[in-house]
């Protein structure tokens, strides 16, 4: 089974290798917009999906990196590739800043201050003069390797693949150790895993920091890619669409963020035949799916076998409950 | 020798007076309990030991280290675990993952070691699971290990609880209620469980309970609270006699 479950991830990544040969540039440009999602939603997922920190604020953390980038590039004329972990500091930096007045919050109240995070970032990015206010920054240099230059649209498309499975990578291998399980812990009781042992303050800070390293890293790439960036593409909106691609898919599960990031960008795609119509109809669509599916497309399962119940099973004497 | 020792201990909640120079001692490798009415301060008390509230005044010490001003997380870490009244699991969680929680304050792999599956980070995670699955024969729920804690038989839940308590390791385990909604049988098998505990990983219990037949068996030492005054303390047949205690159960007799 899980040998099986090995193979078939293998199959979609050659198939994701493939794909840019057999796709027209249309298509491919919305793959490559699926995958930026696919980062986006995997740093989000730490957070909400693992902490269960509502954080309606997330497009600001992509915003930092495509800034650092963007500014590092064009007036200090730094190497792509330098700016990278430049950008994850400030990140991981900017997610302590917001992290920090939030720690005693719960649940609405908690969502009220990331979001006004959100939209501080976006509005000193329109006016400060070191991000171009509202024009934003544009002719950002593309990346080299070595003589090459990252400029096609397939080049960006391989870019950004990798670093979707390196994210999901990185997502799945936190929530299997003995941090992402206290990421859990806090999330399904914060008292009981304070009573654990469980630093509640540090692991939400480092889930923070986590989840806006992850988030931007997909701004530095998205700023080299555009060659120009806006406050525009920062928006509130842009934070909503990547929360409502994790609670689509299946809040903490991996494969369903994934998922949940494919249907947002694709969906509306799908239905550009139907003009107007198009955005009240994928609308509709999500009411009719959270009704009849609130827990997501494919919810994370913490239950490791069937509930077949195995009072039946009872044989042995030592550790059965009743005397 | 004591473990634990609280002295002049004081908790307002504003004009409301929770606990009132409260003081006790608990010896090692006994099993104790806080007995008192409802509203007592029982619970107050624990959550101070714990660090869950901070008292207005007064000193506790583990093993002759003051816990005042720490995090419960660092008091967890100096040797001190408890179970709550209301059963606080990590409800969708399995069993074994919620076993696993008490090891977090007994491991150090961080994000380093996850990312990259160390050597060290592979060898952590099997004690982690090792010591875990020690943890659930001991309290006999191994059967429902891989099922989601909120789907176990009410009793199993509250093993279970104490099961991750035992995972840090403790010197001294605070139960709240143990035996709450549990039914005869459950509870015999709660007083081997609590026995256990004491006997094979000398652990020191104490505990708050208001099933006076479970008290009396498994107690060696009482104190009893009452509006947040200590009054009285002894074996359960001397607390049980006393008449300050049955008045503070019964009220007193009106002579008219």
Redesign the interface.
């Known amino acids: 089974m899980k040998k099986y479950k090995k193979h078939s991830l293998l199959l979609l990544v050659i198939v994701m290798f493939i794909l840019p040969l057999l796709l027209d540039i249309y298509w491919l440009d919305v793959l490559t917009l699926v995958l930026f999602y696919v980062v986006l939603t995997q740093g989000l997922n730490i957070v909400v999906g693992y902490t269960g920190l509502l954080d309606l604020g997330y497009a600001a953390f992509f915003a930092v990196g495509a800034y650092t980038t963007a500014i590092l590039m064009t007036t200090f004329h730094w190497s792509f590739w330098l700016t990278l972990p430049v950008a994850a500091i400030f990140a991981a930096v900017a997610g302590i800043i917001v992290g920090t007045p939030t720690l005693r919050l719960r649940s609405d109240y908690l969502a009220i201050v990331t979001l006004g995070f959100g939209e501080i970032v976006r509005i000193l990015a329109i006016n400060l003069d070191i991000t171009g206010s509202a024009s934003g920054i544009y002719g950002i240099p593309r990346p080299t390797i070595g003589s090459y230059v990252l400029s096609s649209q397939q080049d960006f498309y391989y870019l950004i693949l990798i670093v979707a499975i390196l994210s999901v990578l990185?997502v799945y291998?936190?929530g299997?150790?003995?941090?992402?399980?206290?990421w859990?812990?806090i999330r399904?009781?914060e008292?009981?895993?304070?009573?654990?042992?469980?630093?509640?303050i540090r692991l939400k800070l480092?889930s923070y920091a986590?989840g806006a390293v992850i988030g931007s890293l997909a701004g530095s790439i998205f700023a080299v890619k555009m060659s120009a960036i806006a406050p525009l593409s920062f928006s509130f909106l842009q934070s909503v669409m990547i929360l409502l691609a994790v609670v689509l898919g299946g809040l903490g599960s991996i494969p369903g963020v994934v998922i949940g990031a494919a249907l947002v960008i694709v969906l509306p795609e799908v239905l550009r035949g139907a003009e107007d119509w198009r955005y009240l109809i994928f609308g509709v669509a999500l009411v009719i799916m959270m009704i009849f599916r609130p827990q997501g497309i494919l919810p994370k399962k913490?239950?490791?076998?069937d509930?077949s119940d195995?009072?039946e099973?009872?044989n042995?004497k030592?550790?059965?409950?009743?005397? | 020798m004591s473990i634990l020792t609280v002295k002049n201990l004081k908790l307002q909640f504003g004009g409301l007076l929770a606990v009132n120079d409260l003081s006790f001692t608990v010896e090692k490798n006994t099993i104790s309990s806080i007995i008192g009415p409802n509203g007592a301060g029982k619970t107050s008390v624990f959550n101070m030991i714990t660090g869950f509230y901070r008292p207005t005044s007064g000193e506790i010490e583990l093993d002759g280290t003051s816990l005042i001003n720490n995090k419960p997380s660092q008091i967890t870490k100096l040797g001190m675990a408890r179970t709550f009244q209301n059963l606080r699991l990590f409800p969708n969680l399995s069993a074994l993952d919620n076993v696993k929680s008490g090891m977090h304050c007994r491991t150090k792999e961080a994000v380093w070691g996850a990312l990259f599956h160390t050597k060290s980070q592979k060898e952590e995670e099997r004690l982690i699971d090792e010591v875990a699955q020690e943890c659930i024969d001991f309290v006999g729920v191994r059967k429902y290990m891989k099922r989601s804690a909120k789907n176990l038989p009410y009793g199993a839940q509250r093993y279970l609880e104490i099961a991750r308590a035992l995972a840090t390791k403790p010197k001294i385990l605070l139960l709240d209620e143990p035996a709450a909604g549990l039914n005869f049988e459950e509870k015999q098998y709660l007083i081997q469980l609590i026995r256990r505990i004491r006997d094979e990983f000398q652990i020191t219990v104490l505990m708050i309970e208001h099933d006076m037949g479970l008290i009396k068996e498994i107690s060696e030492h009482i104190t009893v609270i009452d509006y947040g005054c200590k009054i009285a303390e002894g074996t359960p047949d001397e607390v049980l006699k006393n008449e300050k205690v049955i008045e503070a159960y019964l009220g007193k007799e009106d002579v008219i």
Do not use: F
């Open positions: 990185v291998r936190l299997h150790s003995r941090i992402g399980r206290a859990v812990y399904e009781d008292d009981a895993a304070e009573a654990m042992g469980i630093n509640r480092l986590t913490y239950e490791t076998e509930r195995p009072e099973e009872t042995d030592n550790h059965s409950i009743s005397v």
